[in-house]
C-alpha cells in the first residue's frame, strides 16, 4: 500500500494548521515549513475545505484554519476523501480485465489487507499525531482506540 503524495501533504497541512489553533495560518508558511510547492497545497486546501476539514478565509489577512477540533478529524476518513483510488490491483478496479478474477482468490485476500490497513488508520485522530504541547518531543502516536488498555485514554 502507498499513499499519494496529495495525501502525505493533506495530512501534514492538517498537522501543521492544528498546531496553530489561535490564529488563521497561510499555504505559504505551511509550503516553506515542509519545503513543498505553494501551488500544490493551495490544490490540497480547496479539497481539505471542500470536503469540510478546512475553513478557508479570503482576502487579506486570510488564511487556514481547521473546521473541526482536532480530535473530531478522523485520519482515515481523511485518507478516503484524498486517495483518488485504492485498486492495489486491477481486479479491485471498476475496469477489471483480469481473465482469472472469477476463480483467483487474490482478490480478497487483497481487498481484507486495505480494510485492515484502512481500519487501523480510523483508530486515529488528528489530535493523536499532534506533538505534546509541553516539551519539545514528539510524543510517539499511541495505538488505535479500539487496541487501548481499559481505563485509558
Known sequence: MRLTTMTDYA???????AQHP??????????????????HLMKITQVLGQRGWLETV???GGGIRLARAPA????????RDIEPDFHLVE???V?????ISRACRLTGVIHGALESF??????????????????GEVAVAPPPRAARRPGRS
Open 91 to 93: 481486479c479491485l478496479g
Open 72 to 79: 473530531d478529524i478522523n485520519v482515515g476518513a481523511v485518507v
Open 22 to 39: 489561535h490564529r488563521l495560518c497561510t499555504i505559504a508558511e505551511v509550503a516553506s515549513a515542509h519545503a513543498i510547492s505553494e501551488t
Open 95 to 99: 475496469n477489471d480485465h483480469c481473465r
Open 11 to 17: 495530512l501534514r497541512l492538517l498537522m501543521y494548521v
Open 118 to 135: 484502512l481500519a487501523h488508520l480510523d483508530g486515529y485522530t488528528l489530535a493523536d499525531l499532534l506533538p505534546p504541547a509541553a516539551g
Open 58 to 60: 479570503r482576502g487579506k
